[in-house]
Structures are given as structure tokens and as C-alpha cells.
């Protein structure tokens, strides 16, 4: 059985960092292309970033762009968002999801349960 577990999230304030993790399990990691998808208070789901199966291929949102880094360890089966100089605009629950394929596609299958990140002074 498939499972994404995301933890890392929680209050930061403007301007600091915070690292994700999303361990998976239940599939071969690394065949497939991950991604990080989040959603805002009363909004609806935002693609943030994406990385393909060997890491060679990274993709970013333009608002996250120069300040979140994608990165992924197969041997930990496990994914992570790094957050460099967050706003108060980043604070959203935000979703590992694994892709239907690989190289990056954005068409998820499965989801984590998501890990809340607040970014407020």
C-alpha cells in the first residue's frame, strides 16, 4: 500500500526556514517523479514544486522560485522541500503527492495528509 508521510511543518516567522519531509513507502521511489503541492487558507490548490526521478530535473512555482529547493534521497525513500526566507503568503497546508510517472508530469496519484506551515511574527 502506497503512504506519504509528510512532517517538518510548523510557525516560522517571516523570513526563516523550514525543511519538509515526505517519507514514502509502499512503491519503488525512485522510478517516479514527486512533487510538493500546497493550499492556502479558503484557497485551492497550488502547485509548488516538482522533481523527477533521479533528481536531475527540478521545477518551481514562480512564488517559490530562488527561495524553496526541492531535493529528494532514494536511499530514504524520503522527499524534502527546504523553505529559505518564507512570507506570510507560504503559510498553507502543504502535500507531498507522487507522480503517475517519471520524468515530471504533475499528474499525481497519491497524496500525504500534509503538514501545516504557518509563517506569521
Known amino acids: 500500500q502506497v503512504h506519504l508521510v509528510e512532517s517538518g511543518g510548523g510557525l516560522v516567522q517571516p523570513g526563516g526556514s523550514l525543511r519538509l519531509s515526505c517519507a514514502a513507502s509502499?512503491?519503488?521511489?525512485?522510478?517516479?517523479?514527486m512533487g510538493w503541492v500546497r493550499q492556502a487558507p479558503g484557497k485551492g490548490l497550488e502547485w509548488v514544486s516538482a522533481v523527477n526521478s533521479n533528481s536531475a530535473t527540478t521545477s518551481y512555482a514562480d512564488s517559490v522560485k530562488g527561495r524553496f529547493t526541492i531535493s529528494r534521497d532514494t536511499a530514504k525513500n524520503t522527499l524534502y522541500l527546504q523553505m529559505n526566507n518564507v512570507k506570510p503568503e507560504d503559510t498553507a497546508v502543504y502535500y507531498c503527492?507522487?507522480?503517475?510517472?517519471?520524468?515530471?508530469?504533475?499528474?499525481?496519484?497519491?497524496w500525504g495528509q500534509g503538514t501545516r506551515v504557518t509563517v506569521s511574527s
Open positions: 503527492a507522487k507522480d503517475l510517472t517519471d520524468p515530471i508530469g504533475g499528474r499525481y496519484d497519491t
Open positions: 509502499g512503491f519503488t521511489f525512485g522510478d517516479y517523479a
